[in-house]
Structure formats: C-alpha cells, structure tokens
C-alpha cells in the first residue's frame, strides 16, 4: 500500500464526513446534539461497530 493510496483513502473519508454537513447543517446539528447526550459506553460501541466495520470491507476489498 503506498503513500497516495492511503492519501486517497483518506480523501473519500474526508468527502463522506462532509456531506452530511453541506448537505443537511440543521439535522447534522440535531444528530451531533443527540449523539452527545449518550453514555460513554454506548459511545465505545458504536466506535468499536464503525472500526469493525472498517476493518471487514478493508479485508474483502483488499
């Protein structure tokens, strides 16, 4: 894997994370309200459910 691949990767990230507030600031606003009124615990989950699954389409498109 070389240095522009993971430049790219990190680019499409960058364009998914910006789309929800480009797109739709009020309910980005409403979903990052709501996300921090969870417990720390539930916060963990999610992190650990996201890097999963990260780590699964990373395995099968690699």
Same mark, same amino acid.
């Given at each position: 894997?070389?240095?522009?691949?993971?430049?790219?990767?990190?680019?499409?990230?960058?364009?998914?994370?910006?789309?929800?507030p480009l797109l739709t600031p009020n @309910?980005? @606003?409403?979903?990052?309200?709501?996300?921090?009124?969870?417990t720390p615990q539930s916060l963990q989950?999610?992190?650990?459910?996201?890097?999963?699954?990260?780590?699964?389409?990373?395995?099968?498109?690699?």
């Amino acid at each position: 894997m070389t240095f522009a691949t993971i430049m790219l990767a990190l680019g499409v990230v960058l364009v998914f994370e910006g789309l929800g507030p480009l797109l739709t600031p009020n @309910k980005w @606003k409403q979903v990052l309200a709501s996300i921090s009124e969870q417990t720390p615990q539930s916060l963990q989950r999610l992190g650990g459910a996201l890097v999963t699954a990260g780590c699964v389409l990373i395995f099968i498109f690699l």
